[in-house]
């Protein structure tokens, strides 16, 4: 080991400890910091947060990195470290070039945009949370024209979350997805019963909780190195392959919201427990494609949650663990939770109309971002693509544009992410029945093992290092494309709806 | 504000995120984290302990203090922070004498030995435990020998926990209590009937949840500034008198393990969340005498806590979210948490025979420091002592030396603060009643919060600036003494068990 690669280690070290209590003061906050004590870990979080900006961008940093690009430092290094090495240098320059103050300010308007926005949405006060967004849109214009000067910047955006996929790509996958979909959902309205209202009577949060428990071991999370936390908006985060932190919360008079985050965040937990453990603590580990992880999530949540062998196994447990249950068929079940209509919250719609939820607020950041809409006029555009795509209009914005999180902290570009899994998920369900065989069945016999073990070794275990299009290329020998999901769909719903 | 002074609260601030974070990982680690993360964890509290050691320890530290103590810039600061750079200064002369090698061995063995502690306990084996203890005692022998140079060790580790209260003081508090209650036990043990097995049913941990959530909003503890976790081994830990977090464990066939705990704790929580907010992240802040804390505990959890007339108000409630205590009766409950007997383990001993606990351990810890006793002759002369303080001697070690964690981190000296907290119970309880009229009444009618009310101005204001005598002194007009407790454990036995 030459000395210049045992000081990177131990600085990498230093940093990662800067990034192990910045997590951990995030999930903290999240979980369990009582109101009064969230000042508290926001001060700790923009301490450590700027320390961890300090390393990560300091001249030693980008002089080791320099240094062990060099042939002869750079051919002594393991496959992993050369990897490790490439994207820290690439990550140092773009770094590097945002101002210190500018990346202080975006920390702390970020933190102070995410409270606002909490008490914009319980007051349903869109013009609370207005003038944070301004500021918000302005400084990522400005941190993207540092980070990727001369790059457009809703196409840097995007690649933030997920490499080499920008908006050209992104456009032509999501109009197939609307050409196809318009009409599909249109034939399954028209066959659309009332909503079964066994659904919204009492289910104890406490046997919600035995669920999620029973379902978390049923589809391979361990918790020996994962843990479990309740917030009000799920997530899922990690320490190392060792440590996953899932969430959940539970309502009173819905208990499938539970049940499907429990899924969902459960596939994003498996793989992070089954990435190559010598990656942790490294750029190498976790997988940073933000694409790829959601089709991961929703490959549980859908591709396997949604479908009605995956319950055979498991439904009479469910009835034990939450008694209503037990006075619903799975028929009846299993029509619920495929029960498609137009509805307000994303986090809530079926499977197929969710797609129409992502690609409006991918039109919306376009529309932020490249025709430059005033922030006041926001509101109003929602509600005119949700009337277009959904045939609906929110009567406020708790319901509309103020529902999720992910603008008040930056996060402009992460939402095609979720539709992007879905499209991975189609491809990837074809490739996995290739191998495997038929899932139906697989899951009819209770073999989601072998399912998460396929997913594991071809997509999980490599954590980082393989960008999602070269995932995709390698384990369905393809290039990405929608008409796997859109042929999942329709025969899915053709079968569930007699269409 | 002195230029020095401004350059102090800046350190003082840096210094405060590393025990900001170091508390929470602490926290973390005995609530959440999985098995296989707690290495991680480690790894991070290593950090930070060692960072904020050398920052504790550093010359610009040492000359800061230093300058704030001459009379030119002492003059000019507050009352508080005149305290806090008093204490401080103390803090740092200690410190200072502590080789950082040191230092950093007593940290990583501590961790170590708290893991081997666990496994010992489980497998009831003291000989792997031996070694690390054998290590911790040595450590701490060192350690005392740079803290406090001249001075006997047990005492010095004595002065750590409660300052001013030596081995002579503590040796004259413990006598009076032998002679007294050896005698009081003896008769009460003459009148004692069997258990009463309606306490060891089954009792849902959820309903246990709920009902430590209506005890701690009884007794005063705020959710707003405070939370609660579930943990092994229940303790209370606070950031800031804004955010204080109690634990709790649940045995689905113990109840009152879990009711007492909430209540105990919740004394501890109180405390903490009543202190001036102007101490917050300073020295003053926090309370750091033990025994003084043990007392709050201790009056919530025993002076209060098992007196008839605390559940009077809110015994049907209990029974409505645990519904077994619907059939017994409150006249069986009272008897049940009274219930006196020898018994192996403290923290489920009643709260006459943990006196006998705790001057066991104090003796043992005598032995360890005074006498020299070598590790493995331990075992032995805990149960010769136990034998004669409790006429029982425990079949293995897990019920014997191996119940408490306190020696396998190094917290010789701390077990006297539980009966030093005790013994100034006795006497709050009499200047309470002076001040406040007749307590049963008080609690009887509901007016729980007009205790803690009294508590909180008389004690929990303070924080850390009044040294445990002085609020004896302060609150009740007196030198410290055992009479009022042992009088108040004579008169209430009377009673139950008429004696």
């Given at each position: 080991m030459s000395k210049l690669f045992e000081e990177f280690q131990d600085y990498l070290n230093k940093m990662n400890q800067y990034e192990h209590v910045i997590t951990l003061l995030y999930w903290d906050m999240k979980t369990v910091?009582?109101?009064?004590?969230?000042?508290?870990?926001?001060?700790?979080?923009?301490?450590?947060?700027?320390?961890?900006?300090?390393?990560s961008t300091s001249e030693r940093l980008?002089?080791?990195?320099?240094?062990?690009?060099?042939?002869?430092?750079?051919?002594?290094l393991t496959d992993t470290w050369q990897y490790i090495v490439k994207y820290m240098?690439?990550?140092?320059?773009?770094?590097?070039?945002?101002?210190?103050?500018?990346?202080?300010?975006?920390?702390?308007?970020?933190?102070?945009?995410?409270?606002?926005?909490?008490?914009?949405?319980?007051?349903?006060?869109?013009?609370?949370?207005?003038?944070?967004?301004?500021?918000?849109?302005?400084?990522?214009?400005?941190?993207?024209?540092?980070?990727?000067?001369g790059k457009e910047v809703y196409d840097a955006l995007l690649d933030q979350y997920e490499e080499d996929m920008d908006s050209a790509t992104i456009d032509a996958l999501f109009e197939d997805l609307k050409r196809e979909l318009i009409p599909l959902v249109k034939a399954i309205l028209g066959k659309q019963k009332p909503e079964n209202p066994a659904f919204s009577g009492y289910f104890d949060p406490n046997g919600q909780k035995k669920v999620q428990d029973m379902l978390l071991d049923y589809i391979g999370f361990r918790k020996d190195a994962g843990s479990v936390g309740e917030t009000e908006h799920p997530f899922t985060l990690n320490f190392s392959s060792k440590d996953v932190r899932v969430t959940n919360h539970y309502y009173e008079h819905d208990p499938l919201s539970s049940i499907f985050s429990a899924i969902h965040e459960?596939?994003?937990?498996?793989?992070?427990?089954?990435?190559?453990?010598?990656?942790?603590?490294?750029?190498?580990?976790?997988?940073?494609?933000?694409?790829?992880?959601?089709?991961q999530s929703r490959f549980y949540e859908n591709i396997l949650g949604r479908n009605k062998n995956f319950?055979?196994?498991?439904?009479?447990?469910?009835?034990?663990?939450?008694?209503?249950?037990?006075?619903?068929?799975?028929?009846?079940?299993?029509r619920e939770i495929n029960h498609v209509k137009n509805s307000f919250i994303r986090v809530n719609a079926d499977e197929v109309t969710y797609c129409f939820h992502i690609i409006l607020r991918?039109?919306?950041?376009?529309?932020?971002?490249?025709?430059?809409?005033?922030?006041?006029?926001?509101?109003?555009?929602?509600?005119?693509?949700?009337?277009?795509?959904?045939?609906?209009?929110?009567?406020?914005?708790?319901?509309?544009?103020?529902?999720?999180?992910?603008?008040?902290?930056?996060?402009?570009?992460?939402f095609p992410s979720y539709l992007l899994g879905s499209i991975y998920d189609g491809m990837l369900l074809d490739a996995l029945q290739e191998e495997l065989g038929d899932a139906d069945e697989l899951l009819r016999n209770g073999k989601i093992g072998e399912i998460t073990k396929w997913l594991n070794q071809k997509i999980h275990w490599y954590g980082s290092t393989r960008k999602p299009k070269e995932v995709i290329a390698a384990v369905c020998g393809k290039e990405v494309s929608a008409e796997p999901l859109i042929r999942y769909f329709k025969a899915k719903y053709t079968e569930i709806y007699g269409l």
């Open positions: 910091t009582p109101k009064m004590g969230q000042a508290g870990h926001v001060d700790a979080l923009t301490h450590f947060s700027s320390e961890h900006f300090a390393m980008g002089e080791m990195l320099a240094g062990l690009a060099e042939p002869v430092e750079f051919e002594e240098k690439k990550d140092y320059d773009r770094n590097k070039r945002i101002p210190a103050d500018l990346y202080n300010t975006f920390v702390q308007t970020q933190a102070q945009a995410g409270i606002v926005w909490e008490e914009a949405k319980d007051k349903s006060d869109f013009s609370l949370f207005a003038p944070h967004l301004q500021k918000i849109i302005e400084l990522t214009r400005e941190m993207t024209g540092y980070t990727d000067p459960g596939g994003h937990g498996i793989f992070e427990q089954n990435v190559n453990p010598e990656y942790d603590n490294t750029t190498a580990g976790s997988c940073r494609y933000m694409g790829l992880h959601e089709s319950w055979i196994p498991i439904y009479d447990k469910l009835g034990e663990l939450l008694p209503p249950f037990q006075e619903i068929p799975l028929e009846d079940f299993y991918y039109e919306m950041e376009k529309a932020i971002f490249r025709e430059q809409v005033p922030v006041d006029e926001l509101p109003a555009l929602w509600n005119r693509k949700m009337q277009e795509y959904l045939q609906i209009t929110p009567s406020n914005s708790a319901e509309g544009i103020l529902q999720d999180m992910h603008w008040s902290d930056g996060s402009f570009g992460y």
